[in-house]
C-alpha cells in the first residue's frame, strides 16, 4: 500500500509530534533514568523552538511526523512560552538525579554556541532544528523537505545555509552540504562517559548554485 506524503508548514498544534520526535532523535534518553522526564525535556524544548521560528516545514508519512526543520531563531518570544518552557524545567529540576542530566545537555549547547560564534554563522541563516526519522532519511521524503526548508532560506533572502548535527557521521541526507567545523566534549550522562559531537555543515555552494 502507498504511504500518504504530506509536506506543510510547521504548525503549534504539531507541538506534540514533534517533542515525541525530538527525544528520539536528540537521544535525551541518554541523559535521564525515566522516560517521562526524557519527554518533559523534549516538550520544554519543542515549546522553545516553535515560539522563536519565523519558518518551519514538517514532512508527514500516513498522518505521522517523519521530520521537521525550523530555521531563523529570531521571532520575540511571548509571556506564556516563556512560563510553560520553565515550568517544564522546574518539574525536571526537582528531582536531583536529573540536575546532573541538566548540566550535561547545558554544556552541549555551552559548545554549539561557541562553534558557530567563532564560525560568525548569525542564527538567521541557521537550521535550528532539523530532525528525520532514520528510516526516512535516503528518500523522496527527506529530498522533499530539504528543498521546502531551503525555499525557505532563499524567501528570507539568507544566501546560504548552515545545519548543526549531533554526531560526526555525515547523514546521507546532507548530500549538498559540507563540513565546515566539529566539535566534541567529554560527558557522563548516566553511569558511562561519552564523547559528544556537535559537527557544522555549510550548503554547498557549487550544489546551490544548481538548485538556482
Known amino acids: 500500500m502507498k504511504q500518504r506524503i504530506e509536506i506543510r508548514s510547521l504548525k503549534r498544534r504539531d507541538k506534540k509530534e514533534l517533542s515525541r520526535l525530538l527525544r528520539r532523535q536528540e537521544g535525551y534518553d541518554e541523559f535521564f533514568s525515566e522516560e517521562k522526564d526524557a519527554d518533559t525535556l523534549a516538550k520544554a524544548v519543542a515549546e522553545r523552538s516553535l515560539s522563536t521560528c519565523t519558518f518551519g516545514e514538517a514532512a508527514f508519512v500516513d498522518g505521522r511526523m517523519a521530520g ?5 531563531r529570531t521571532k520575540k518570544r511571548g509571556v506564556l512560552s516563556k512560563i510553560r518552557e520553565k515550568f517544564y524545567y522546574l518539574r525536571l529540576k526537582m528531582k536531583k538525579r536529573n540536575r546532573d542530566a541538566l548540566k550535561c545537555l547545558t554544556e552541549l549547547e555551552k559548545m554549539e554556541k561557541e562553534m ?5 554563522i548569525p542564527s538567521s541563516n541557521l537550521m535550528s532544528l532539523f530532525l528525520m526519522q532514520r528510516r526516512y532519511q535516503n528518500t523522496q521524503i527527506s529530498e522533499t523537505l530539504l528543498n521546502h526548508w531551503e525555499d525557505c532560506a532563499k524567501a528570507h533572502k539568507n544566501s546560504y545555509s548552515y545545519v548543526v548535527i549531533n554526531g560526526r557521521r555525515e547523514p546521507g541526507y546532507l548530500d549538498g552540504y559540507e563540513k565546515q567545523d566539529e566539535k566534541y566534549v567529554m560527558i557522563q550522562p548516566k553511569f558511562r562517559r561519552f564523547r559528544f559531537y556537535k559537527t557544522l555543515y555549510r550548503k554547498n555552494q557549487f550544489h546551490l548554485k544548481e538548485k538556482m
Open 68 to 72: 521537521a526543520i525550523v530555521g531563523s
Open 116 to 120: 558557530l560564534e567563532e564560525n560568525r
